[in-house]
């Protein structure tokens, strides 16, 4: 069998198990007991240094080889999300309503299967902690991680993660230094005055009203108070007001989100929404109450990991099947934190083509296992080259 030289090869049915185990087994963030127990028993077995109950669910596993100074973390996330899975595979997950539909079963394994392939190799010199975080979706599990002091405890030079990315062509590696992956800022807002009988709207101050005038008025953010080659996106996505046909309601209630790539457009766009708000209630009488709340940052990828990342690319697929010009995402990722914490590099691995509800977060969506040697090889390439380079040797007196 062409198996006993290519250790990659030879593991790859071993982590696609472990995948199909993970996928039929989801779990929600920050209740990944099962999942997270489920690698830390594995990379006991590799014979790692492990760490469990970081930032609640997350785990940490040590592989330290000679005595090199260098160190990086590899991350992957633990969570499903609440989605009924629809693809009838056999590994279909047997949670109702919960499902890996992100590919963090995939993403998870394939971790798993790098720690074994260092761990059976260990040719490198240095540390490579292997980061499982819980909680990716939707609360900030790596921000939790990081709180409880995961670089104080196990420092590293950078941090790298990678997504599978369906709709890329098949077994393309993507990143690029600068902004990949959007931050996410969410809003309420509150317009308050006095009700009134629809027929006698004199008699109140009609926050209705004022809301609509709002939503129109808070474009203004996007198409005049920035630079239209920067991305932002702000979007009103609930509005609720009044009780019955014939009352005009003393109150409008309205949900909404800001996506951007630049850092700095959070302050922005906090000041702008308060400042429009503000200006409108006074224009109609009533009064805005604005509840801005920071979500991720935007993932920000840092030049010298970026370069160390394409080079371990090059050698897992090819340099043709490298790219560095995909435009970011304004979707969003809590990877983000750890990136702005340490710097690294974040990659999209290509899936291949995805039809409609096969996307991520679909409820079709099914982790291509193709990919997964791709990743394994990328990921021991990486380590191998970054804390395989001897430290620049001192000229000794
Ligand atoms: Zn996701
Ligand atoms: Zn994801």
């Known amino acids: 069998m062409p198996h006993h030289n290519d250790p990659i090869a030879a593991l790859t049915p071993e982590v696609t198990a472990w995948r199909h185990h993970i996928h039929a087994n989801p779990e929600l963030g920050f209740q990944e007991r099962a999942t997270a127990a489920f690698v830390a028993a594995k990379l006991r077995e590799f014979g790692l240094e492990v760490h469990e109950g970081l930032g609640g669910t997350g785990v940490v596993g040590l592989l330290r080889a000679g005595t090199g ?4 973390g590899l991350r992957a996330e633990l969570d499903a999300l609440p989605i009924t899975e629809k693809t009838g595979l056999p590994y279909a997950s047997r949670r109702p309503g919960v499902m890996h539909a992100c590919g963090h079963d995939g993403h998870t394994a394939m971790l798993l299967g790098a720690a074994k392939l260092l761990a059976q190799a260990p040719d490198f010199d240095g540390t490579v902690v292997f980061i499982f975080q819980p909680a990716e979706e939707f609360v900030g599990g790596g921000i939790r991680m990081i709180g409880d002091g995961l670089f104080e405890r196990f420092p590293v030079e950078a941090v790298y993660a990678v997504h599978n990315w369906p ?9 690029r230094p600068g902004p990949m992956m959007a931050a996410v ?4 807002l509150r317009f308050r005055g006095a009700g009134a009988h629809a027929a006698m709207p004199h008699l109140g101050d009609d926050p209705v009203l004022a809301a609509g005038a709002f939503i129109g008025a808070v474009q203004r953010v996007v198409s005049r108070s920035v630079d239209p080659q920067s991305a932002l996106v702000v979007s009103i996505t609930q509005i609720h007001a009044g009780t019955t046909g014939n009352i005009v309601p003393n109150e409008a209630w309205l949900q909404g989100t800001c996506r951007f790539l ?3 457009f959070s302050d922005h766009c906090e000041r702008q929404i308060a400042t429009i708000a503000q200006g409108i209630a006074a224009a109609h009488g009533v009064t805005a109450e604005l509840d801005y709340r920071k979500g991720y940052p935007p993932v920000v990828n840092t030049e010298g990991p970026v370069a160390e990342a394409l080079r371990a690319a090059e ?3 090819g340099a043709a099947q490298v790219r560095t010009d995909l435009a970011p995402s304004l979707g969003c990722e809590d990877f983000a934190y750890m990136i702005r914490a340490v710097g690294g590099a974040y990659a999209w691995i290509g899936a291949g083509p995805a039809g409609p509800g096969e996307g991520l977060h679909g409820d079709r969506y099914a982790f291509n296992d193709a ?3 791709i990743v394994l090889r990328y990921w021991t390439s990486l380590v191998r080259q970054v804390a395989g380079r001897q430290p620049v040797s001192r000229c000794l007196p």
């Open 69 to 72: 100074p260098r160190a990086i």
């Open 167 to 175: 709709g890329l062509d098949f077994g393309t590696i993507a990143t």
């Open 185 to 188: 800022d969410n809003f309420e």
């Open 262 to 264: 630049d850092p700095a």
């Open 315 to 317: 050698e897992a697929v």
């Open 371 to 373: 990919i997964i040697p």
